[in-house]
């Protein structure tokens, strides 16, 4: 009697049996509304194949010089290419890491670096590489009342560059090897008039940043292989030298302080004309910022959206992957809160089976998109990672509420 008494107690009626089916609807769906489970296609093109590469290497005898097997793949491209760097108060960087990118193994480059004017540091790191003829060095005027400098250095710099193809990197990135530049150069074809190479923050980096960045790459890649490019966050972008100058560069934004990148996607991108390298040959390696130049990244950005195209559609699925996966938790926890109250233990097994099943499938396709970027991040920390995002945002967007906006602009009249 006992035994009936115990199984009377698990009540499964029709309500229990619609609640269950929800539930476990949620949890297999939400694992796949989301930026994780849309893998990104690494191009495939001309003249360098990471796969093909790596395998050929092993398949070297002992006698074979790897090295020389990596040259004579990658020098099969032969774009020359001009890179921009406008270092602003940042001599340490530009010391440390200039010598990686002028000993870049491609067949034809020049790097120009375009510094503010009585920077002595910076003029006299310069000077010590004068005899490179890679090196070319501008200055602009100590004063730009009227437009970003930064927008203002890479417009001259453009306009120094000897070749069609122009590069603006972020002098505080390393690349990973010197074949860097040859690697993201084999995307410089007829069709294509951008091309984005991965960036990824160094070890050290808080791990939520690495994971939020990761995020954001994810949803810009899609849009750029699905024709809508939207923005850009990383720091290495390849343009065409002529669009640039035949649209009047930066015109229509000059004012704003930040968001070169994002304007550059935004304007001259189109569908089909648009390329991004995530392999380990063309990724840069950032340095860890100070917390508050990270926050003012994001205040910046929150600016520079308004007047981004598209802003809308990019949006939208952020938000709906956020609804989702907000539910698929909220859900199960409500239900099983319920449950507990009234000791209806049916539905307390299914929204445990529910959240378990969500926590499992969201950690384990977070951590091979984390894989496949060779990301470090722990998989422990995927789930409350995803759950943070939105409420990281919020703390951004009421920060940019209490900001100045004459802060966010060069001129303020």
């Known amino acids: 009697m006992l035994k009936i008494t ?11 049996i619609i609640i269950s089916v929800v539930l476990l609807f949620l949890a297999l769906l939400s694992p796949i509304i989301n930026p994780f489970f849309r893998k990104p296609k690494q191009t495939r093109y001309e003249g360098f194949d990471e796969d093909n590469l790596d395998q050929t290497t092993e398949e070297c005898d002992d ?34 890491n200039l010598e990686l990118y002028l000993n870049q193994n491609h067949c034809d480059f020049q790097v120009i670096v375009v510094a503010p004017k009585g920077d002595t540091e910076t003029e006299d790191i310069l000077k010590s590489h004068s005899s490179n ?43 990973q090897s010197n074949k860097w530049l040859s690697t993201l150069a084999c995307h410089c074809h007829e069709t294509n008039n951008l091309v984005v190479g991965y960036t990824k923050f160094e070890d050290d980096a808080p791990s939520f940043w690495k994971f939020e960045r990761l995020q954001t790459t994810l949803y810009l890649i899609r849009e750029y292989q699905k024709g809508m490019p939207y923005g850009c966050n990383s720091n290495a972008l390849l343009f065409r030298k002529s669009e640039f100058i035949e649209q009047d560069g930066f015109r229509g934004n000059l004012k704003f302080i930040r ?16 390329d991004i390298d995530i392999s380990k040959y063309g990724t840069l390696i950032e340095q860890t910022p100070p917390k508050k130049l990270w926050v003012n990244k994001h205040l910046y950005y929150m600016e520079s959206r308004k007047h981004l195209r598209r802003s809308f559609r990019h949006r939208l699925l952020f938000n709906l992957d956020q609804s989702i996966m907000h539910v698929s938790y909220l859900t199960p926890i409500l239900v099983l809160s319920y449950s507990l109250l009234k000791e209806h233990w049916f539905l307390t097994i299914v929204a445990m089976t529910a959240l378990f099943v969500t926590i499992i499938l969201r950690t384990f396709i977070g951590n091979k998109a984390i894989k496949q970027f060779e990301e470090d991040i722990p998989a422990w920390k995927i789930v409350p990672y995803e759950l943070r995002i939105i409420w990281q945002n919020l703390s951004y967007k009421i920060k940019y509420w209490r900001a100045n906006k004459y802060d966010f602009i060069s001129h303020k009249i």
């Not at 010089?65 to 020359?80: A, F, R, S």
């Open 6 to 16: 115990k199984i009377n107690m698990i009540n499964i009626d029709n309500i229990s």
């Open 63 to 96: 006698n074979d010089d790897e090295e020389e097997v990596i040259n004579n793949t990658i020098q099969k491209n032969l774009t020359p290419i001009s890179i921009i760097f406008t270092p602003n108060n940042d001599a340490e960087s530009l010391s440390r």
């Open 133 to 175: 003829p890679r090196l070319y060095t501008t200055f602009i005027p100590s004063s730009s009342k009227y437009m970003s400098r930064k927008k203002l250095a890479i417009t001259l710099g453009v306009k120094a560059a000897k070749n069609e193809w122009v590069m603006i990197a972020d002098i505080s990135c390393m690349p």
């Open 259 to 274: 968001g070169e990148y994002d304007f550059i996607i935004n304007k001259y991108g189109r569908k089909g004309t648009i």
